[in-house]
């Protein structure tokens, strides 16, 4: 029997994320990091996709991210399928390197945007990773809060607006609802 389709649909945002077989890293060290997030900035790129947020751990990674055309599964299926070949060809591995097709939930509202992207940016501080998520380089945060530099595909002004209309007051309330969540993680 088939699997359900996903629900796609055009200017929606998701919540997207996937895991590695068995728990298994996806990435062992910065090389793998930063190639990994390339490779989403050319999927980004080539399908016109809004990134609000991403969080990129040892054994899976998150997105919040809207796409313009109804294609979340043929991006999310040249990310995961491209990645699991550089890595199988890097390690001398085969096989799976994903446990399972990505999983996505919709995001209706701007508290749910909202709540998503405080979510995945204190993904590593629920991890035990680190105790602020200033300190993981390989989220969204810092660009947020701009103390990092914007990739490409990340859509900070998108995110800020969300908070307030003038970019300054916007971080520091940023930083403060993140904050306010991280005491309770």
Do not use: K
Request: hydrophobic share 40%; with cysteine.
């Amino acid at each position: 029997m088939g699997r359900n389709p996903r629900p796609q649909a055009e200017n929606t945002v998701y919540h997207v994320t996937a895991r590695g077989n068995r728990r298994a890293p996806i990435v062992h060290d910065d090389l793998d990091r930063a190639a990994f997030l390339g490779m989403y900035q050319d999927v980004a790129t080539l399908l016109d996709w809004d990134t609000y947020a991403y969080c990129l751990m040892t054994n899976h990674f998150h997105f919040v991210l809207r796409t313009t055309d109804a294609d979340i599964a043929v991006g999310m299926h040249r990310l995961n399928s491209r990645w699991a070949h550089r890595y199988n060809r890097r390690y001398l591995f085969t096989g799976h390197v994903f446990e399972r097709r990505y999983s996505s939930r919709l995001v209706t509202s701007d508290e749910q945007l909202l709540a998503a992207i405080r979510y995945v940016v204190l993904n590593p501080v629920r991890a035990g990773l680190c105790d602020h998520p200033s300190e993981w380089e390989w989220s969204s945060y810092n660009a947020l809060c701009g103390a990092a530099l914007e990739p490409e595909f990340l859509s900070v002004g998108a995110v800020l607006r969300l908070v307030h209309t003038d970019q300054t007051i916007a971080r520091r309330r940023f930083r403060a609802f993140v904050e306010a969540s991280e005491l309770r993680v």
